[in-house]
């Protein structure tokens, strides 16, 4: 079977840093998407990785190894309005979509 | 760029309604729409994918003849509840990817239904 794994829920610190891991497991694999959704909100698009490595994007990156089935989504220079879930989707062979569940980060101050 | 509009953003209804959510690409041309719904607190559930016209390809459990979906222009997609009751009370999302499929889905506001 398809399967991604997140954590459920993690908390930070406004101003520091925080590494939010996604491990997949998805028969082929065409790219791997990050989305930010705010609570009672739809998912915004932050990332998209389908060559290993780092991308940056301002105080936002995200890393894949494909050989690892792993990528991360590092969060700089934390601010409360960082709070939310972040879900991580991988395009598998035929590209669907599949989503994790997502991980809910919570800022405290 | 890449804005969905999803509207209305807010339904309330009486049991036994239908009611029509409308989501439109502003800035692209949408070759493949998405249907989601999600509980509070719970993932994203896909519902079904509509490639402008054509037959929309619902997931396993989704009745068709319950949510129906057209996708008559490459920048309109609508999802038809009918017959609305309160379980179908839920957060409905819908979004829009251009013609490559590696493309990023984007996503609409969102509709809360709550049928009464």
Same mark, same amino acid.
């Given at each position: 079977?398809?399967?991604?794994?997140?954590?459920?829920?993690?908390?930070?610190?406004?101003?520091?840093?925080?590494?939010?891991?996604?491990?997949?497991?998805?028969?082929?694999?065409? !790219?791997?998407?990050?989305?930010?959704?705010?609570? !009672?909100?739809?998912?915004?698009?932050?990332?998209?990785?389908?060559?290993?490595?780092?991308?940056?994007?301002?105080?936002?990156?995200?890393?894949?190894?494909?050989?690892?089935?792993?990528?991360?989504?590092?969060?700089?220079?934390?601010?409360?309005?960082d709070s939310a879930s972040y879900l991580c989707a991988v395009l598998d062979s035929n590209y669907q979509l599949i989503w994790g569940a997502g991980t809910k980060l919570i800022i405290k101050p | 760029g890449a804005v969905v509009s999803q509207h209305p953003s807010w339904v309330i209804c009486k049991s036994g309604t239908s009611v029509k959510i409308e989501c439109r690409s502003l800035d692209f041309q949408a070759t493949t729409m998405f249907w989601y719904r999600q509980f509070p607190k719970q993932s994203l559930m896909l519902m079904a994918t509509s490639n402008e016209g054509s037959k929309a390809t619902y997931e396993q459990g989704v009745e068709k003849d319950k949510f129906l979906i057209n996708h008559a222009s490459l920048t309109l997609s609508t999802l038809t509840v009918t017959s609305a009751h309160p379980e179908d009370s839920s957060f409905y999302i819908c979004s829009a990817r251009a013609d490559r499929e590696n493309q990023p889905q984007h996503f609409g506001d969102g509709t809360r239904l709550s049928i009464l």
């Open positions: 079977g398809q399967n991604i794994d997140q954590p459920t829920e993690m908390t930070a610190t406004e101003g520091a840093i925080v590494q939010i891991n996604c491990t997949y497991q998805t028969s082929g694999f065409n !790219g791997l998407f990050w989305y930010q959704q705010h609570a !009672g909100e739809a998912p915004t698009f932050l990332s998209y990785n389908v060559l290993d490595g780092l991308e940056e994007k301002g105080r936002f990156s995200s890393f894949l190894s494909r050989s690892k089935g792993y990528s991360y989504l590092l969060l700089k220079e934390l601010q409360m309005k | -």
